[in-house]
């Protein structure tokens, strides 16, 4: 039981370049999230899932597309990316009606 | 006035000493508590939920003022591991609401020997 993954640990981007961050969970979660976490700034949620096939816009939107296609898998994208998109992705996951959510152990993205 | 605040630190204490840290939160109706720690570098974790009636885990207690609108979490016995940032986390739906949870920038506690 591996819990919450996170591909890749870490990644350099020049600006312009797009690039999917992958996140997959197996407890069966039926929700699923994406937060970014900057110093100073705490977590900020960016996109999150009630369930396969649906997403909704969290607080920090801007700049991110998520897709939910099958319940295991959550992914988020950065279509052109800017250095203000270097931060630490955090994805987690819980389970409907929970407080509790299981995070990944992270990605480290640097844009230059 | 931000959502939840907490006093970013970092708070240097002795080994075995007790210590304890406050959070304040803005919205009054928010309905459930939380305490998560982070490691440095590592992801959240949930340490300890925050109930009306305060609750005790070990060396962990955390307790709730609504009139005040602020939770507390209170280290005895503290122990080098204990070192880590603690996030103070705010829900304000009585449901596990999925875009629900706002966290605080955490307060970064170091045990020293």
């Known amino acids: 039981n591996a819990g919450v993954t996170q591909t890749p640990k870490f990644r350099v981007l020049k600006t312009g370049q797009s690039m999917t961050l992958l996140c997959a969970q197996d407890?069966?979660?039926?929700?699923m999230y994406w937060y970014r976490q900057d110093p100073g700034m705490g977590l900020r949620l960016i996109h999150y899932?009630?369930?396969?096939?649906?997403?909704a816009k969290g607080e920090v939107p801007d700049g991110y597309n998520v897709s939910r296609l099958k319940k295991q898998n959550f992914l988020l994208g950065l279509e052109s990316a800017a250095p203000s998109q270097t931060s630490v992705y955090f994805c987690a996951s819980s389970h409907l009606g929970s407080y509790e959510q299981y995070f990944g152990p992270g990605t480290r993205l640097t844009v230059t | 006035r931000k959502e939840v605040e907490q006093d970013p630190g970092p708070f240097n204490v002795p080994e075995g000493a007790t210590v304890a840290f406050n959070c304040t939160y803005s919205?009054?109706?928010?309905?459930?508590f939380f305490w998560y720690r982070q490691d440095c570098r590592k992801e959240p974790k949930l340490l300890m939920s925050?109930?009306?009636s305060g609750n005790e885990d070990g060396r962990f207690t955390a307790q709730l003022n609504r009139a005040s609108q602020y939770i507390s979490l209170l280290i005895r016995d503290s122990k080098l591991s204990d070192s880590a940032t603690y996030l103070c986390?705010?829900?304000?739906?009585?449901?596990?609401?999925?875009?629900?949870?706002?966290f605080g920038k955490g307060t970064h506690l170091i045990i020293q020997p």
């Open positions: 925050v109930y009306s």
């Open positions: 407890m069966n979660h039926e929700y």
């Open positions: 899932s009630v369930g396969e096939g649906t997403t």
């Open positions: 919205n009054s109706a928010s309905q459930s």
């Open positions: 986390v705010v829900n304000p739906y009585s449901g596990g609401g999925a875009d629900g949870l706002t």
